[in-house]
């Protein structure tokens, strides 16, 4: 007989009383099975006992693993499967594609198996069936169904519980997805259950497990709370037993060697020791916690040397913690600080020789990067790179440590008498008419923070800086004592393309150069060559900051022989390194474009209150790499300047700045239809800041004739007299992670994430197709990080192997910044180990892998420095003819329309999308919007919305159901963009943006 138990905290004792009386009466014969469909959390003598008791009596315990998505080898498991009793079989969830689903509980020694639960018909009073609730509920009971057929099969009457759970365990189908995830790797197979063996199943054994030694105590070989570990060449073990104030030494398996330490504050005593490490000649090092020290031994304990002491300066520590080594023995301890003193200089990395000379110091307490908040463990790379544990800031941070820190100058002899000038180069014409009170620098302007001079020195210096507007740098200057060559580098061209002597005695001097043309968004450097004395200095600055037209980010600096890109540029610094600075003067008019021609057609067509409105044929000259068109509407009742709806348009101009724009204009329905009027405008990009161009006005009513031309402003150089023939696109078609993809390729991830990687193309051109490695069909996009938004997108079937897909060409500018990735909800995803990034293949520069949970764009994860590919989606791209630049007489079409949502094999369906509105509640002054829509499937509900595709609010649901709906508070008459998605089995599927807009009270 199978006895059905289900779980009530109301009803635990009369369980516990009923599970007695089994045990003591003779009612026990006549029952085999208990199953047992639910749980809870937290160790209970009793019922471990009275399950025993079950187990002596010979009855099967069949168990539900719990839906809490937990690991049930934890310190806190679900119980009863947390119980090491024998007669207990532990049944968690599989669904209809024998995978695993997210919110099951699993664990590889305290979950043996899993049985179908997805959708599984009960009974209900009233001879009804009704499809259940996704749980290990069902799937125990099914389990403890198959216990019962086994039984009654012939000759099984009298097998043991033991042997009944062993049948069932060793009749499993085993399956990739719950292998590792429960005992037996395997889902339930009723069929093979009936005549599969009675022998034990082994317990599982971890393949990258080989010993463990130790146990809570005082003696040789126990620990007290046990927190370092370091390992010598010879392969012994060196343990800090930090509540035992001593060092272990073992041999590699374990065997015990010596100790040494006690409590205390003498030579080779301790007080909470936290780290140690060993030297390539053996020598031992241990941070003394407590004691404000590190401590030096041989390999057997005997004492060598000691430094430090409690404090803030150069050696002193408020807390060592991690320790290590490097190759020429220089000794890098981590100084996790002390919160209880208000003193930032603690929590940081300070190096010193093998006898503990101090050498260099990094870091201050801080969040931002290459700052500390109670830094812990340390470890070295054979690159001089360092790794540490950056504890309460949750993250681990990289750091070039084979640089100079920040330079910790000495004063030099003040020169009283400056050397002759150097030769300058001779200042070229201005090409840029300069208007009055144009000419800006920056950090002379706005110089700030403490100020010292004469610092001797032996490094290349200054500021990296992005313009916010195009325009010219026309002097180089300094403030230092002596001659030093100072030089404009361009970060995206990597070269210098400026650079002069200056002569300074203290003071502020610039020196002209032949005007070079910079473009707004573009990120460049100026550095001075400060070998030997007579180097400056500002601290306590705050950075980055816009002074004028100039953003400057960061100091930045090299070690000599002077060298660009001045590698290290650390944000959060409080010093300006250098003390050099550009004359920069904006372009004439303030712009950099000039509409040249304005010859219009348009094409007006009235539906109800929507209106389409084609225009095109303007065409505009610049020095930029392009120009985005945007259409908006004025004056309309009186509104103002406001955006219209339209499909924004990026136009790339060819090599003598001129381009074509067209779009479609769509009247905002809320406002009844007047006929207003249009104006575009256009702007010029060298990144993510523009200039805006003269406005041109234009009616809704058809133009009869062409506009008259505005006057354009002035540019930085003349344009040529007349366009010369532009090339068709060269080269062929690239295919950067694919040709050049590397690592340890792993495949068949189960994720619910958007992942790829985010590239610049070193030269313009056409992205032509889309493609991805991965098992299925995914959606995979193409996001413009300038503009925000998504450019290109389309489904990817693979079999794990690459496979492109064609889509509409998309021009793509050399030094912009974009994203490929794909939706990897559910099974089938990739990705590399062991790589490298960024790196640049050919045209394409890969700059490192990113992800969004939960899918979605922009992938907001991106990490410098991961060893890891996520996602394997890639792009094939073109180069175009002509140096880079895009033929205009190349027509490209708009994107093909996408559908609400992308299907994906065995995700629900989502339909019947419905909003409502209301103004009841409590806050009568906003609006309740309610979405609702239905899916074919049982899954969970999930609302993202805001004013823009990035959705900053999220409305979640985690009820399995078929009718879904979100209600939100929203402002009235406010546009939202939105987003729906529901997942069941772990596969999603997501609509794809749209938009709402709330009722006007």
Sequence with gaps: MILPLIYNLLYLLRFFALLQYLNDSNQVHQIKVLNNSWGTYGYSSALKRVIDEAGANDILFVAAANDYRQDNDSEDPAYPCGYDSENIICVTISDQSDDLPYWANYGLFNVDLAAPGVDILSTLIGDRYVSTPITTSLAASQVSGTAALVLSAPGNGNLTALEVKNKILNGVDKLPALDGKVLTGGRL?????????????????????????????????????????????????????????????????????????????????????????????????????????????????????????????????????????????????????????????????????????????????????????????????????????????????????????????????????????APTSTPAPILTPVPPGALEIPWQSSAHGKLTTNLAWNITAGYKFIPQVSGQITKLGGYFNGTKKVSLYDMVEAKVIAETNVTSSNSWVYTPITPVNVVAGRTYLVGADLAGSGGSRRTDVSLPATYGSITIQNSCYSESPASFPLATCLTGWDSMLGQVDIEFVKSGGAVSCALTSASWSTDKTVMGQTVNLNVSGPQVECRGKTVSFEV???????????????????????????????????HDPLVPFTDP??????????????????????????????????????????????????????????TPWKTNAHGKPTQDYSWNITAGYKFIPQVSGQITKLGGYFNGTKKVSLYDMVEAKVIAETNVTSSNAWVYTSITPVNVVEGRTYLVGADLAGSGGSRRTNISLPATYSSITIQNSCYREGGGFPLDVCMAGWDSMLGQVDIEFVKSGGGGIIPTSVPVPSLTPIPTSIPVPGAPVISNINIS????????????????????????????????????????????QTSHSGSVVLLPGTTYHYSLESCASGKCTKTQDSTLTTPSH
Aim: hydrophobic share 35%; aromatic share 10%.
């Design 189 to 421: 197979n009723v069929f093979k259950a009936l005549s599969a063996s009675t022998s034990p199943v082994p317990a599982p054994v971890l393949p990258y497990f080989i010993l463990k030694w130790g146990s809570e105590g005082k003696g040789d070989g126990q620990f007290n709370r046990p927190l370092g570990v370091a390992v010598d060449s010879a392969g012994n073990v060196y343990v800090v037993d930090s509540g035992n104030h001593r060092i272990q030494k073992f041999t590699s398996n374990g065997a015990f060697i010596a100790k040494w330490g006690s409590e205390g504050a003498g030579n080779g005593q301790f007080n909470v020791p936290l780290g140690v490490a060993v030297d390539p000649a053996g020598n031992v090092y241990v941070a003394d916690g407590d004691n404000y020290r590190i401590q030096k031994f041989t390999s057997n304990g005997a004492f060598i040397a000691k430094w430090g002491s409690e404090g803030a300066g150069n050696g002193q520590f408020r807390l060592p913690y991690g320790i290590v080594v490097d190759s020429k023995n220089n000794v890098y301890a981590v100084d996790s600080g002390n919160d209880l003193w208000n003193d930032p200089d603690n929590h940081r990395i300070q190096k010193f020789t093998s006898n503990g000379a101090f050498i260099a110091k990094w870091g201050l307490k801080g969040k931002v990067d290459g700052r500390f908040w109670r830094p812990g463990g340390i470890t070295l790379d054979s690159g001089g790179n360092a790794y540490v544990a950056d504890s309460q800031n949750n993250r681990i941070q990289k750091l070039n440590l084979s640089s100079s820190p920040l330079p910790t100058p000495t004063p030099a002899p003040i020169v009283t008498s400056a050397p002759s000038p």
């Design 632 to 666: 908006r509407r004025f004056g309309s009742l009186g509104i103002g300047d406001i955006p219209a709806k339209v499909q924004p348009v990026s136009v790339y101009l060819n090599n003598f700045g001129q381009g074509v724009a067209s779009w479609v204009a769509e």
């Design 677 to 734: 009027t249009y104006y575009f405008k256009a702007t010029s990009e060298g990144g993510t800041i523009r200039s805006a161009l003269p406005d041109l006005l234009v009616t809704s009513a058809a133009v009869p004739s062409p506009s008259p031309v505005p006057s354009p402003s002035p540019s930085l150089s003349p344009p040529p007299p007349s366009p010369s023939p532009i090339p068709p696109p060269v080269g062929g078609a690239e």
């Design 917 to 960: 509105h209301s103004k009841e509640g409590t806050a009568p002054n906003f609006v309740y919007t309610t979405v609702s829509w239905d899916t074919d499937l049982p899954s969970d509900t999930r609302l993202r919305y805001g004013p823009t595709n990035l959705y900053n609010y999220d409305y979640y649901d985690s009820k399995i």
